[in-house]
């Protein structure tokens, strides 16, 4: 039987080989999501809440906590604030997706009474069913196995099968351990999560009948090629696959007046978590004539980051990358060492002319580590021609020279069409969980630009409105009973009702 190997990412030192999921593990764990499903659709969102309420209280157990974090740092050489910052974001995502469900408006209920011309109408939005996870290898918790997109899919109403990372096996076991338990102990059906291993177990859920729908967060090249053995299948099944690119940075020539805490703001960007971001910023287009190259190459050799890589053929694919990018009519202008033990890689800043970034270009194309690029632009003209070349991105940012700034707002409006968060000073780096978050983009960052896998709306992904025409009450779903036994908001006859 093949195997998933952890390996402790600051030496490179094997730690585990762990035995995958057989075709037989994988298609018991998808009868019985297929057959927990409707009791999952017919459960109250409070309910829902106390499940996802139950995991998170799970996590922050502390001796689980300990071993969680203790795991994945050996793993991922994320260092041990970071992912006890981390796991707690998972814990807070779990109860804020909890929170939505049970705030009901997610559902978009509304009834339109019968009328002269019209028959009664009563629309909501209902589970699609089991849904399959493969997380991130960049965010074990926030966006692993009980990261956001299980968080949002269980707040739902959907059965999840994760796939655990092969960049954190052990971890993503453990995670699964964590969570099957406290569901059981909560009350949940059996069937609700489960965690399956290796890589064609990932590829068994996606063509599995069982399976509605996919929630995927890594490479161009993974979520692509889910994408299309999603829509090979003889029922085609949505993917959200979260991508990222490049994530553009552009500076206005009113923020040359503090163009060295834009570049420093900028290395930290690029730089944190070793730029093994999907929103680090990759590229930075600036006034040309002041000589600002320059001052982000000072930046960086300042601030002179140090780190490992999650896995080695990421570490591989930065050195790479910064080749291909040379090759491409880049040239490097900073540079610090790699740790030179483990998965380490070089950070690089380069520089490249405004006539090489055009579309096709592999200086369009994200590097994904701590690598990035800066050109300098003539004016705002030209600068619309190099924006206009390149990928849809996660997020975009605008440096300014204040509230007054005279080119915030056309440049707001040449980078907004590009992204699916505009930052204006501020970076990109970071993503908030709330109601008006929205972490997509056009493709390639996504697969579906209109959606998004962090905030409120996340929930959205995994369902699909169904309307009941002239069906009696006691045949209809609770939240479009007239007694409203969900208490969910309403929209009846046009007129917004809350519970």
């Given at each position: ?6 390996y ?32 999952l ?5 409070a ?9 998170a ?11 969680l974090?203790?795991t ?7 260092g041990?604030?970071?992912?006890r910052g981390?796991?707690a974001r998972c814990?807070?995502?779990?109860r804020f ?10 559902l978009?209920v509304?009834?339109d ?15 699609l069913?089991p849904?399959?996870?493969?997380g ?8 692993g196995?009980?990261g ?6 269980l707040?739902?109403?959907c059965?999840v099968?994760?796939?655990a990372?092969p960049a954190?096996?052990?971890?993503s ?7 099957i338990?406290?569901l059981a102990?909560?009350g949940?059906?059996?069937g609700?999560?489960?965690v399956?291993?290796?890589f ?5 859920l ?5 399976t509605?729908?996919v ?16 829509n090979?299948?003889e029922?085609?099944i ?7 690119t490049?994530?553009?940075?552009v500076?206005t ?14 290395v930290?960007?690029m730089?944190?978590?070793?730029g093994?971001f999907?929103t680090k ?13 320059s ?9 002179s980051p ?8 990421i ?7 910064v ?10 202008l ?16 380069l520089?490249a ?5 055009r ?5 369009t194309?994200e590097c994904?580590?701590p690598?990035?690029?800066v050109?300098e ?12 070349g ?5 997020a975009?940012?605008?440096?300014t ?5 005279p080119d915030t707002?056309?440049v707001?409006s040449?980078?907004?069409p ?23 983009g056009?493709w ?6 209109s959606?998004?896998?962090?905030g ?9 409105p ?12 609770s939240?479009l ?8 908001p ?6 917004r009702?809350?519970?």
């Amino acid at each position: 039987m093949s195997a998933d190997t952890s390996y402790d990412a600051r030496t490179g030192e094997v730690v585990e080989h762990l035995e995958v999921s057989t075709p037989s593990d994988v298609a018991a764990a998808l009868a019985a999501a297929e057959s927990a499903a409707p009791l999952l659709a017919a459960a109250p969102p409070a309910q829902r809440r106390a499940w996802l309420d139950a995991l998170a209280d799970a996590l922050a157990e502390p001796a689980t906590a300990e071993a969680l974090v203790g795991t994945a740092d050996r793993e991922t050489a994320l260092g041990d604030a970071r992912l006890r910052g981390e796991l707690a974001r998972c814990a807070s995502q779990l109860r804020f997706y909890g929170e939505v469900a049970a705030e009901g408006s997610y559902l978009d209920v509304a009834v339109d009474h019968a009328a002269p011309l019209s028959p009664e109408l009563r629309r909501m939005a209902v589970p699609l069913g089991p849904v399959a996870v493969l997380g991130a290898s960049n965010f074990p918790f926030a966006f692993g196995a009980l990261g956001s997109d299980t968080a949002s899919a269980l707040a739902a109403g959907c059965p999840v099968l994760a796939k655990a990372h092969p960049a954190h096996p052990v971890t993503s076991r453990l995670l699964g351990e964590v969570a099957i338990e406290a569901l059981a102990a909560a009350g949940a059906p059996q069937g609700t999560f489960a965690v399956l291993s290796g890589f064609a177990s990932g590829q068994q859920l996606v063509r599995a009948p069982e399976t509605r729908a996919v929630a995927f967060t890594g490479s161009q090249g993974a979520g692509t090629a889910l994408w299309r053995l999603a829509n090979d299948r003889e029922v085609v099944i949505p993917v959200y696959a979260e991508m990222g690119t490049i994530n553009p940075v552009v500076m206005t020539p009113g923020a040359l007046d503090r163009v060295d805490a834009v570049a420093a703001g900028f290395v930290a960007s690029m730089t944190l978590g070793m730029g093994q971001f999907c929103t680090k910023p990759g590229l930075l287009l600036v006034p040309s004539g002041h000589d600002v190259p320059s001052r982000v190459a000072q930046a960086l050799v300042s601030a002179s980051p140090s780190g490992w890589m999650l896995t080695g053929a990421i570490a591989a694919a930065v050195r790479s990358g910064v080749d291909e990018l040379c090759e491409a009519g880049a040239e490097v202008l900073a540079q610090v060492p790699a740790a030179g033990s483990g998965w380490s890689a070089p950070t690089t800043v380069l520089r490249a002319g405004a006539d090489a970034v055009r579309a096709g270009s592999r200086l369009t194309q994200e590097c994904f580590g701590p690598v990035a690029l800066v050109v300098e632009y003539d004016d705002l003209a030209q600068l619309g021609g190099i924006l206009a070349g390149l990928q849809g991105a996660l997020a975009g940012s605008v440096m300014t020279g204040g509230p007054q700034d005279p080119d915030t707002a056309q440049v707001v409006s040449l980078v907004a069409p590009l992204v699916g968060r505009v930052c204006v000073d501020d970076w990109p780096t970071g993503v908030a969980f709330s109601w008006a978050q929205q972490h997509g983009g056009p493709w390639p960052a996504t697969t579906v630009p209109s959606a998004t896998s962090v905030g409120a709306a996340a929930l959205h992904r995994f369902t699909r409105p169904v309307t009941w025409q002239s069906v009696p009450d006691p045949a209809l779903p609770s939240a479009l009973r007239d007694d409203n036994p969900w208490r969910v908001p309403r929209r009846v006859d046009g007129i917004r009702v809350e519970p």
